[in-house]
């Protein structure tokens, strides 16, 4: 059996804010899984992994998630490494920017996958050599706090890919599909996950894995404003609840005078825009306090809830509107008469 | 749903084009008008409904939910490990690390644990008089060579619960191979 090397460095930074962490390494020994733990005792710098005297080995990095008086273990990452192995890299590919990569629960995300030093078929090497399995899987999120809990839901898709090439691999549009009744809420994440070749005897490495985050479409409910009325005023009682506007948006009301027709610049509600450049998913409530400035002579009015997000080149979206009618001519029905 | 796939048939399973994201250098995040973006375009669609997006995940191949039974083996932490409840803390250790647990303690090895999880290291040191390393070799931990009986004995007699460690790290011990059997031979009369 060839000795892969003396000592394996575990390089990079391990910066975890909390709970106690360590790092499992696994090979497969004279026929026989050993199993080591080592543990991790500072926030950041280089692990000096067990001797690897086998072909190769998984390194998983835990660390513990302190709830209350209960800890829970979470695996942080997973990396095989071998001398046969084939060198794979997964990346996630979004319209947002973002790191982590993320997207929104009714956008498309891309998947790349690149691998070299794939053995061809009719090498002798093994098979684990020869090709890899690509597997989808998720995570739910907690809606409230959007986290992995011990009571969210998490499994695999029955999609599963096998690659017997070296090459990169590229799918532009991956619509998720968290389980769930309402699509537009799925809150979670997916994952492609690259593991050594399927062997029915063994346990398979994961060599690379890409995750998205996915957050829900934003809604928007107007109240305050009652469509079914005319007012002889400008409203001044209207709010706007906003609930998971994307991390990364700008939200704001606009009112135009008019019917509801999409492709309308009105005017923009100062105090209605509201902004994030968050991780996660955020709530508000707007007042709409500043009516006046988009309403001139009497008539019907569309107030419109728009935000803007990475998605679209920038165009908004509509998430919800209401009408008004504005009547501010007093009109009067009398009558003159006269005794004498 | 399990298929060989080219790289042109991965990239076929799904198509889009990619966007690209305008840079925008209106302030992040706050409220208030200048957080608007600096280009406003008028709003083109509405918001996805769970209708529109239900009909377009028909249209993408999609092999559905694992089957129960169906799913990857892994070197999943809870079956490959030994777990060790002092008071209202737990360790875990390698599955196959825990080399003798005295009568006394029998119930410190637990399948659910709970409370405050403590990392092996840790848990031995605060728990010296009932927790212990017992040091083994990589041929002792892949079953290549036994561990010697009589350091082992020797180790029980402080009747402590006993992990194999090397340098200090828990490990798993993997059985000595029996020997194959022989078959009796006939003994001469």
Redesign the interface.
């Known amino acids: 059996m060839k000795l892969l090397r003396p000592l394996f460095l575990i390089a990079g930074s391990i910066a975890i804010s909390s709970?106690?962490d360590?790092i499992?390494q696994?090979q497969t020994?004279?026929g026989?899984?050993?199993?080591?733990?080592?543990?991790i005792t500072g926030d950041s710098g280089q692990i000096v992994s067990?001797?690897i005297?086998s072909t190769s080995a998984?390194f998983?990095l835990?660390t513990?998630v302190?709830s209350g008086?209960?800890?829970?273990?979470l695996?942080l990452d997973e990396k095989t490494v071998g001398t046969y192995l084939p060198s794979v890299t997964a990346q996630i590919?979004s319209?947002?920017?973002h790191v982590p990569a993320r997207t929104r629960?009714?956008k498309?995300y891309?998947v790349t996958?690149t691998v070299s030093g794939m053995q061809p078929a009719t090498s002798t090497a093994p098979d684990s050599a020869k090709q890899v399995q690509v597997?989808r899987s998720y995570k739910l999120y907690d809606p409230t706090t959007h986290a992995v809990t011990a009571t969210t839901a998490a499994?695999?898709?029955?999609?599963?890919?096998?690659?017997?090439?070296n090459?990169?691999?590229?799918?532009?549009?991956?619509?998720q599909?968290l389980?769930g009744s309402?699509?537009?809420?799925a809150i979670g994440e997916e994952s492609f996950t690259v593991?050594t070749y399927?062997d029915s005897t063994?346990?398979?490495?994961q060599l690379a894995k890409a995750t998205v985050q996915i957050w829900p479409?934003?809604?928007a409910a107007i109240s305050g404003i009652d469509s079914a009325r005319t007012y002889q005023g400008v409203p001044t009682t209207g709010t706007v609840q906003l609930t998971n506007l994307y991390p990364?948006s700008?939200t704001?009301v606009q009112v135009y005078k008019g019917a509801p027709m999409?492709?309308?610049?009105g005017t923009?509600l100062?105090?209605s825009?509201?902004?994030?450049?968050?991780s996660e998913p955020q709530n508000a409530i707007l007042t709409i306090s500043d009516l006046a400035k988009g309403v001139s002579d009497d008539g019907l009015y569309t107030l419109?809830v728009?935000?803007?997000t990475?998605?679209?080149?920038?165009?908004?979206?509509?998430?919800t509107y209401t009408t008004f009618n504005i009547s501010r001519t007093i009109h009067l029905n009398s009558s003159i008469s006269s005794m004498e | 749903m399990n298929q060989f796939i080219s790289g042109a048939a991965f990239a076929a399973v799904l198509c889009a084009a990619h966007a690209e994201t305008a840079p925008d250098t209106s302030p992040a995040a706050g409220f208030g008008i200048q957080y608007l973006p600096s280009k406003i375009l008028a709003p083109g669609t509405d918001s996805t409904s769970d209708e529109a997006l239900k009909a377009l995940r028909q249209k993408t191949k999609f092999g559905g939910l694992q089957k129960v039974g169906d799913e990857r083996k892994t070197y999943d932490l809870a079956s490959h490990s030994s777990f060790i409840q002092i008071d209202d803390s737990y360790t875990l250790v390698p599955k196959g690390a825990v080399l003798f647990v005295p009568p006394k303690m029998a119930t410190v090895i637990v399948t659910e644990p709970h409370g405050t999880f403590v990392p092996w290291t840790e848990m031995q040191a605060l728990n010296r008089g009932s927790l212990a390393n017992f040091e083994v070799t990589l041929d002792q931990a892949s079953g290549k060579t036994p561990i010697d009986p009589a350091k082992l004995e020797f180790a029980k007699r402080a009747g402590n619960l006993l992990v194999a460690v090397i340098l200090g790290g828990a490990v798993s011990v993997a059985p000595v191979p029996s020997p194959p059997s022989v078959a009796p031979t006939a003994s001469p009369r």
Do not use: M
């Open positions: 709970g106690a360590f499992r696994i020994v004279s026989q899984t050993v199993i080591y733990d080592l543990p067990k001797p005297p998984v998983q835990y513990s302190t008086t209960t800890s829970t273990l695996k590919l319209d947002d920017p629960a009714d498309p891309g996958i597997r499994g695999e898709y029955a999609d599963s890919f096998q690659f017997q090439t090459g990169t691999f590229t799918s532009t549009s991956v619509l599909q389980p309402q699509p537009t809420q593991y399927p063994t346990v398979q490495g479409v934003a809604t990364k700008a704001y999409l492709g309308t610049n923009i100062p105090s825009v509201i902004a994030y450049d968050s419109e728009l935000t803007t990475p998605f679209n080149g920038g165009v908004a979206e509509r998430l």
